[in-house]
């Protein structure tokens, strides 16, 4: 082989040898690029992101009305206002309900979800109602208010004490309570004492 051809490949090989190089040494940056921009899926935070309430009050009283007369008197320690949903949500409430403007009922929750809409109340943690007669009084740690219906009610599986005065304790799982017809059921595993000549 000429000394020509020797340089002629030499300066090939060269030039292949530089791109060859230049090739990876792109291919090389850009998977450092693509690797450090990149996340690991399991560390994405895919969590709703927690809704800012629009007005927040303190020591509060709120008074609903019915036919001119007071239906429901809720006083709590914290509500917050969400808008997007018209929702109150309520920390350290106690209330009481009016049946034609007299006192029908007192409680008290650590939780509270009013749903403006419908008027309907989720009561959460610890729940207690009492009559305002001091007749019948029950415990449970999770209940709803029926606006529409007039009733509270549990879930099946949520366990309640009913306590009628020096009369009966009942414990059980279930509570529907008729507000307007004064009735009230516990729908499984109902255990209790009566203590009858009272």
Known sequence: MTAEGQAGRAGTISRISTSTILRRTISLVLLVLLASC????????????????????TNVTRTEYRNGQVALVIHARTASWFDS????????????????????????ADHALLHEDTGDIDFTSFV???????????????????????????????????????????????????????????????????????
Do not use: H, M, W
Not at 86 to 100: A, C, H, K
Not at 155 to 168: A, E, H, M, Q, W
């Open 128 to 198: 207690t109602f009492s009559s305002a007669d001091g007749e019948a009084s029950f415990e449970t740690e999770r209940l709803t208010y029926r606006r529409a219906l007039e009733r509270l009610e549990t879930s099946d599986d949520t366990p309640v004490l009913v306590k009628g005065r020096n009369l009966f304790v009942l414990s059980g799982q279930g509570l529907l309570f008729d507000i307007k017809n004064r009735y009230f059921e516990l729908r499984q595993n109902v255990q209790g004492t009566i203590t009858p000549g009272n």
């Open 38 to 57: 990149s996340q690991n899926l399991d560390e994405l935070d895919t969590s709703p992101a927690i809704e800012p309430p629009d007005a927040v009050f």
């Open 85 to 108: 949903d018209r929702r109150l949500e309520i920390e350290g409430l106690s209330f009481t309900s009016y049946d034609e403007g007299k006192p029908s009922a007192t409680g008290q």
